[in-house]
């Protein structure tokens, strides 16, 4: 009983609660200026290329049966191992200050040449960040555990899972919007947003707003489910900016 308590002692002194706050230099870390990646999906996010060598360099030799010097000199085997290890990884990308749950969301990895982090535009105001200089930090669960709850709890389905009030904030933004808009002035337009949605039904007469749209998309949630309804996002986000 005395050594557990000079030992927890001992390790209440080393470790405080300040070594552990997001703003401290994490292993299995990086952080760099956010840009838009137009072709990504919802749960993807492009690191830049010395980022994903630095997280899953160790990974990539472990996968070429401990090959560091492959991963070292980057030859094609260590690039394809690099590339299957990130396509089956989460990441933890956080903006901070961390001031709501969507500041910390999970994606799967890929790699990208330049030296920006890319993210899918429709989670900027989640993340309370957008394209003129803004920085995110990106962080690797290294554990199983870690990988599996990271998907689980902190992955974009996950948290519209968990929060469906969270899906008003996944809606196209302005840019996208607007083009959109645009599109439902007619009736071929809307018919044509309405199969972007998936729906039967026509998207209602007059300019399509985000009320409107946030209506139609709280509907299709209950209805389709996440997965669909992040789908439809997706497409009309595409064709919005479009």
Not at 8 to 24: I, M, Q, R, S
Not at 82 to 99: I, Y
Not at 175 to 186: K, P, Q
Request: hydrophobic share 45%.
């Amino acid at each position: 009983a005395q050594l557990q308590a000079r030992v927890d002692a001992c390790f209440d002194a080393l470790l405080t609660p300040y070594h552990l706050l997001l703003g401290e230099r994490q292993l299995f870390s990086a952080r760099t200026v956010i840009a838009p990646g137009a072709d990504l999906q919802l749960d993807q996010v492009t690191l830049a290329d010395e980022i994903a060598w630095a997280l899953f360099g160790p990974l990539a030799a472990r996968e070429l049966g401990g090959d560091e010097d492959a991963v070292q000199a980057r030859t094609e085997q260590a690039s394809q191992a690099l590339d299957a290890v990130m396509a089956r990884s989460w990441v933890v990308v956080n903006r901070a200050p961390t001031l709501s749950p969507t500041n910390l969301i999970a994606f799967h990895p890929l790699r990208d040449p330049g030296s920006v982090i890319r993210l899918h535009p429709l989670v900027c105001q989640w993340l309370n960040g957008d394209f003129d200089g803004d920085q995110v930090a990106v962080f690797l669960p290294i554990t199983a555990g870690g990988q599996r709850e990271a998907g689980e709890q902190l992955s974009v389905a996950a948290h519209v899972t968990r929060d469906p009030a969270l899906l008003d904030g996944l809606l196209p933004p302005g840019e996208a919007l607007c083009g959109l808009a645009r599109l439902s002035l007619t009736e071929e337009g809307r018919e044509e947003i309405a199969q972007l949605i998936g729906i039967k039904e026509s998207i209602p007469e007059g300019l399509l707003t985000r009320t409107i749209l946030a209506s139609v998309m709280h509907q299709m949630l209950d209805r389709d489910g996440v997965e669909a309804t992040l789908a439809a996002l997706e497409r009309l986000t595409e064709r919005g900016f479009e």
